[in-house]
């Protein structure tokens, strides 16, 4: 068959939209930065283009989005496409830029922000690098507005990523300059200045590199519960017993608020948990009211499973890694005259010696309360050693 240059041609240009397409385009994606602006008078979008351009230099995509702009919808950005909260979770690291009001952060970014609430709530931009960049006149509150901002991201667990204080060259030192240690901001209502400066946009060239260096440094683990797999050692001692006691460790709870499932101090682990079976309280209630002794008994079983649950994510998928039980402490839903705490503790004390031996052996206080978190009939604190 015989083709003519024309045919080959666009032969050759739908080859090149194939392999865009289907071969480029999934190394981009995984590699894909946003750069989220509110910017209606056009300073904030182009230090974003710089800070882009900075992102690309380390071999990243970066893709510049906006927020919808409430106040002046139909403003000189147009062109640029509108981000949406759901999307902030597929990228590998995000830049927030936006105008100054009053030292905080623009209206439309904040009110963006507050649609991420049920991305907060699963923290699923946990250690995701993220930088900041603002836009603002003289004596507007810059780097107020940026540390204003770092409180959204720090609550969703994102990595900060600064400006610091680059010695870069040629910076013309006889104007003032909207470089902040926090991140770069430009003065953009001196009268007779045209801002950006350019060496503002250098600045902004020089954080969008440190993103980029950032998110090729960064390993990101969103799920603090996550053990690593090529740690997790199956055939354990721990886990032996654990089979031989017939006992199968829940799947690890995971926090219902603002904290941690596990804090390491030195060698030292720290868990708290209450009698979550399945995502439900085991026995709701208070005991010898609405809760019988058995059933909570059987209460403090599982809340102690849950804590071993958590201490296995803690000592690195092994429980071998503990080197002793030092302390639990016991709470439990009682009337003012119960008096049997001990007996009840001593279902969670006894499954730890059972599992742990002599490492298991350890001190212990027990209270009771007349009301605990989520209508648990017990919470257990408890204190592991494992090696360092």
Known sequence: MKFTS?????????????????????????????????????????????????????????????????????????KIPIATADELVKYRGIAFGAPIYFGNISTNMMDFMAQTLDIWKKQELSNVPATVFMSGCSGSGSETAIISFWNILASHGMTIV??????LPDINKAIPQGNTPYGVTTRSCMPGDVRPSKDELKYAYFQGQKLASAINSTKIQQDPLAAPAKKEITTSKVEERLNKLGIVLPITPKPVGNYVPYKIVG???????????????????????????????????????????????????????????????????????????AGLMNEASNLLVSIFGDKGIHTRATFGANSLPLNSPVEIQAIFEINS
């Open 6 to 78: 024309n045919t080959m041609r666009i032969f050759g240009f739908m080859l090149i939209c194939f392999y865009l397409t289907k071969g480029f385009a999934m190394d981009i994606s995984n590699k894909e930065v946003l750069i989220l602006i509110d910017s209606s008078g056009g300073n904030t979008y182009k230090l974003a283009e710089s800070i882009k351009a900075g992102v690309v230099n380390k071999g990243l995509h970066a893709v510049i989005k906006k927020v919808p702009n409430k106040v002046d919808p139909q403003n000189d950005l147009n």
């Open 162 to 167: 600064t400006l610091g204080n680059p010695s």
């Open 267 to 341: 060698n030292l682990v720290y868990i708290n948990q209450v009698a979550l079976n399945n995502g439900k309280i085991l026995y709701p209630g208070m005991i010898e009211s609405t809760v019988t002794e058995k059933q909570a008994k059987l209460a403090t079983q599982q809340t102690i499973l849950n804590i071993l649950s958590v201490l296995k994510v803690a000592a690195n998928g092994n429980l071998d890694n503990v080197k002793q039980v030092v302390q639990l402490s016991g709470t439990f839903n009682t009337q003012p005259n119960y008096t049997n705490h």
